[in-house]
C-alpha cells in the first residue's frame, strides 16, 4: 500500500468541477485507463485499474493495471519490457474514466500480438451485411511467435 | 434494427488477428469506446455502446451510446448539438474496446461542462497524501449555465 489519498465521492459540481481524485469505480472496483502515446497521442491499449493500481502508478511513474482474466496486478511490460512511463493522468468530468499519456519502453510496442497499438485494425462499413476488419498498421514491430513461441 | 451483422466470437487467433468484428460487451451488454479528435487525436470522452448503438453508429456515421445512467439510447448531439460524425472504428487485440475517430459539430465542445474535452483536469502528482486535480484546458469553449441555465 502506498500513501497517496483518493477522495471520498463529493457532489456532481465538486466531482465534475472540483480539484480533488474522486474516482468513480464500477461494480468489480475498477476505472477504465485509456492509454494514449505521450508524442503522437495515439490511443495504445484500454487497461482497468483498481484504486491499489492507480495509487502505485502515481507513485512509481511506470503504470499498473488489474487483470480481469487474470484477476491479479499487472505492471505492464514485466515480462515483455514494453513498460509504460507515465508522463500525465487526465480524469473526466464524472471521473469514471483515465487517460494515461506514456512513453513505452523496450521494443516499442504495446500490443502482445505484436503492434505499435492494439487498435491495430479498423471497421470496414457495409452499408449492411457482415462487419470486417481491416488492418491500419501495416507491419508489426515483432513477431510473439518468435520471441516467446507459440501461444 | 439495422441489417449490420457482427461475428460470433471465434478462437482466440481469429478474434485477435481474423478480419471479422466480434465485439465482446461486458455483463451488462457493453462495450468501452474511446472517442477521439479526428485531426487531433485528443481524447474527447469515453462512453458505452450495446450491439445496437454500434449497429446504428456504423450505419448513420453519427455515433451513438448506450447510457449507463439512463438506461437508454443516447445519440450525442441530439440536444446540445455536439453531434458527432465517425470518420473511423478501430477496435482493439481483443475486440472488447473501440476507437472512434470523430469531427463535433455545433460548438465543438464535448464535455456538458463546457470544455472541449472530458479530460480538461490532470492529476498533480504528490509522494504522498491527498492527489488532486489541475485544469489543463484553460478556457472553456462555452458555459452551460447561459445555454442551459443551471442544473
Same mark, same amino acid.
Given at each position: 500500500?502506498?500513501?497517496?489519498?483518493?477522495?471520498?465521492?463529493?457532489?456532481?459540481?465538486? %466531482?465534475? &468541477?472540483?480539484?480533488?481524485?474522486?474516482?468513480?469505480? @464500477?461494480? !468489480?472496483? +475498477?476505472?477504465?485507463? =485509456?492509454?494514449?502515446?505521450?508524442?503522437?497521442?495515439?490511443?495504445?491499449?484500454?487497461?482497468?485499474?483498481?484504486?491499489?493500481?492507480?495509487?502505485?502508478?502515481?507513485?512509481?511513474?511506470?503504470?499498473?493495471?488489474?487483470?480481469?482474466?487474470?484477476?491479479?496486478?499487472?505492471?505492464?511490460?514485466?515480462?515483455?519490457?514494453? %513498460?509504460? &512511463?507515465?508522463?500525465?493522468?487526465?480524469?473526466?468530468? @464524472?471521473? !469514471?474514466? +483515465?487517460?494515461?499519456? =506514456?512513453?513505452?519502453?523496450?521494443?516499442?510496442?504495446?500490443?502482445?500480438?505484436?503492434?505499435?497499438?492494439?487498435?491495430?485494425?479498423?471497421?470496414?462499413?457495409?452499408?449492411?451485411?457482415?462487419?470486417?476488419?481491416?488492418?491500419?498498421?501495416?507491419?508489426?514491430?515483432?513477431?510473439?511467435?518468435?520471441?516467446?513461441?507459440?501461444?
Amino acid at each position: 500500500m502506498t500513501d497517496i489519498v483518493f477522495s471520498e465521492r463529493g457532489d456532481k459540481d465538486t %466531482v465534475e &468541477t472540483g480539484d480533488l481524485l474522486m474516482p468513480k469505480y @464500477d461494480a !468489480d472496483g +475498477l476505472i477504465v485507463a =485509456v492509454v494514449t502515446d505521450h508524442v503522437s497521442g495515439e490511443v495504445l491499449m484500454v487497461g482497468y485499474m483498481n484504486a491499489e493500481a492507480l495509487r502505485r502508478t502515481i507513485e512509481t511513474g511506470e503504470a499498473w493495471y488489474w487483470s480481469r482474466s487474470r484477476k491479479g496486478f499487472w505492471k505492464k511490460g514485466e515480462t515483455s519490457g514494453q %513498460v509504460q &512511463t507515465v508522463h500525465e493522468i487526465l480524469t473526466d468530468c @464524472d471521473q !469514471d474514466a +483515465l487517460v494515461l499519456k =506514456v512513453s513505452v519502453a523496450g521494443n516499442g510496442a504495446t500490443c502482445h500480438v505484436g503492434y505499435r497499438s492494439c487498435f491495430f485494425r479498423k471497421v470496414t462499413s457495409p452499408a449492411s451485411g457482415t462487419a470486417r476488419l481491416e488492418r491500419v498498421e501495416a507491419e508489426r514491430v515483432y513477431d510473439p511467435n518468435e520471441v516467446y513461441g507459440k501461444h
